[in-house]
């Protein structure tokens, strides 16, 4: 089946403008985090959504970082006034968390430069 | 929070040796540890992952073991291949299903 699919695969902007980052995550996984990875670093974790309940901003940098989550499924991730040390891959991964393997399927990700 | 350490950031091996790397937590309540398999512009995948209720995980060449009092667990990776050159990530959570805390990465070559 389809996995977790991330859009645009790259994104340039200039400092200050808004960014939205789509993750559309496998079909019936309830979980869905998004994490970001900068050059020669791990993956840092944003946000995690699971079902119904208010979502887990504590990895969020800064108040500039929103993520919702539509409908249970599709997620946009908001970065208001880019600024530079915003450039990293931004990871989507989901998970089915009622299933006893609650392995994460990651995204593409979405490349975002910030000029 | 919790904080994951991850040792080393690179390693070099000749096929056919043993690779292992080593990760240390500091949350006693983490009981998840999955380790990610990310080959060079691909995403990660999971290899392997290990609950706390468990000493040793072993899958074919790959296996991952846990020691929870000294809160450490380790990646063994054994008859390296070319193909398991990658960068691999070890992480932990206090829940199978929640946010994962990653180490920053070991960068595995393997030479033929």
């Known amino acids: 089946g389809a996995g977790v699919s991330q859009s645009p695969s790259n994104k340039v902007t200039e400092k200050g403008k808004d960014v939205e980052l789509r993750c559309d995550p496998i079909s019936g996984h309830t979980a869905l985090y998004w994490y970001r990875q900068s050059l020669g670093q791990g993956l840092e974790f944003l946000i995690y959504?699971?079902?119904?309940?208010?979502?887990?901003k504590s990895g969020l940098p800064s108040d500039r970082f929103s993520a919702e989550r539509t409908g249970g499924s599709v997620s946009t991730l908001t970065i208001q006034r880019t600024q530079q040390e915003d450039s990293a891959v931004y990871l989507c991964?989901?998970?089915?968390?009622?299933?006893?393997?609650?392995?994460?399927?990651f995204g593409p990700g979405t490349r975002l430069t910030v000029l | 929070g919790e904080n994951v350490e991850q040792h080393p950031s690179t390693l070099s091996v000749q096929e056919g040796d043993s690779a292992v790397i080593k990760c240390t937590y500091s949350d006693s309540a983490s009981n998840y540890f999955p380790w990610y398999k990310q080959e060079l512009g691909k995403r990660p995948q999971l290899i392997i992952d290990?609950?706390?209720?468990?000493g040793e995980k072993k899958d074919q060449r790959i296996a991952v073991t846990l020691n929870k009092t000294a809160k450490h667990f380790s990646l063994h990776i054994t008859e390296t291949q070319p193909e398991d050159s990658a960068v691999y990530f070890c992480a932990a959570s206090n829940q199978a299903g929640t946010a994962l805390i990653f180490g920053k990465g070991t960068t595995l070559s393997v030479s033929s």
């Open positions: 290990i609950r706390s209720n468990v």
């Open positions: 991964a989901s998970s089915n968390s009622r299933g006893r393997n609650n392995e994460q399927f």
């Open positions: 959504f699971q079902g119904n309940s208010a979502p887990d």
